[in-house]
């Protein structure tokens, strides 16, 4: 019988990519890392990790041993959704990861009902950007993650994770100054291709999304500010600093103070979901945040749609 916290550590690192990450993830010694998945190698009976420079990287394996892991981690799960679907009361500490739009336009409301029904349940909160949140909550950092996808860049979807959908929310283009749409969407896109813009920094799918979008309108934006603070690009749009594309969550359901213009169709709106798990999505406090994160999207989307 192999030691589940040995494969954990195994699985950790798989997650995780360094020793010295799984040592501070889990505040271990990165010595104490690298000796117990030596005696794991031991119990196996064979290699379990190869050098890669200063690196370590898991054999094939490691990866036959990582993939059973998973699954019994996930049968875990499953029965502390049980054992917690069994008490009267809803307690303990749920850990949530949200991008910065959401935190801002649904997760407070979210609380707030939580609150009300649910009092010993204590909230964790985190801002962070799904391309960090998702792997995070992998490697359980997290209990559940809000994140976004654009239109035509769809996430990876790991075998690992569930996900539900939460909201779609509608994406303008914002400009930075008062302007006709007679042209239409893509033409009005053009129109700015000499202006400065704001966008998220490189490397994110927002960024992706935004340059493909500027490109198929056939020019290259002139990215003069990066941020993942979209209530700054709102800012800096509203001073008529530069051009945005900017989601309905920004107004959190007021009414928009910048001008807006319709995007190409196709490109019009992003998908908001929340993500846990596999096994823990029957836990109560899941069901519970989710149910709460609904009925938060359903307010601010009834205010945009009034």
């Not at 195994?10 to 889990?26: F, P, Q, S, W």
């Not at 009092?119 to 209990?143: G, I, K, N, Y």
């Not at 490189?202 to 934006?221: D, I, S, V």
Request: hydrophobic fraction near 45%; aromatic fraction near 4%.
């Amino acid at each position: 019988m192999f030691d589940l916290h040995r494969l954990r550590l195994l699985r950790e690192l798989k997650h995780r990519g360094t020793l010295a990450a799984v040592a501070a993830a889990l505040s271990y010694a990165p010595s104490s890392v690298s000796q117990q998945l030596s005696q794991l190698e031991a119990e196996v009976g064979v290699r379990l990790l190869e050098p890669v420079g200063r690196r370590v990287r898991l054999t094939p394996q490691a990866e036959i041993l990582v993939a059973h892991t998973e699954a019994v981690l996930e049968r875990l799960e499953r029965a502390e959704a049980d054992i917690a679907a069994s008490l009267t009361d809803l307690t303990g500490t749920m850990r949530i990861a949200s991008f910065q739009t959401a935190a801002f336009a649904l997760v407070p409301t979210a609380l707030s009902l939580l609150r009300d029904i649910y009092p010993a349940l204590r909230v964790h909160v985190r801002q962070m950007e799904p391309e960090s949140s998702l792997p995070a909550l992998q490697a359980r950092d997290f209990d559940l993650v809000i994140a976004e996808e654009y239109p035509g860049n769809p996430n990876p979807r790991p075998a690992e994770l569930e996900q539900e959908d939460l909201l779609n929310d509608p994406l303008h283009l914002a400009l930075p100054e008062p302007a006709d749409d007679a042209d239409g969407p893509t033409a009005a896109l053009r129109s700015l291709a000499d202006r400065p813009w704001v966008m998220e920094p490189k490397g994110t799918t927002a960024r992706h999304w935004a340059m493909t979008l500027c490109r198929n309108a056939g020019f290259e934006p002139d990215v003069r500010f990066e941020t993942t603070d979209l209530l700054l690009h709102l800012r800096l749009v509203e001073q008529g600093h530069a051009a945005a594309l900017l989601p309905d969550l920004v107004w959190s359901g007021q009414p928009p103070t910048v001008t807006l213009r319709q995007l190409p169709r196709g490109q019009r709106t992003r998908r908001i979901f929340t993500a846990v798990r596999r096994g823990r999505s029957q836990h109560p406090a899941i069901r519970a945040c989710r149910l709460a994160l609904q009925q938060a999207a359903r307010q601010v989307t009834a205010c945009i749609d009034a």
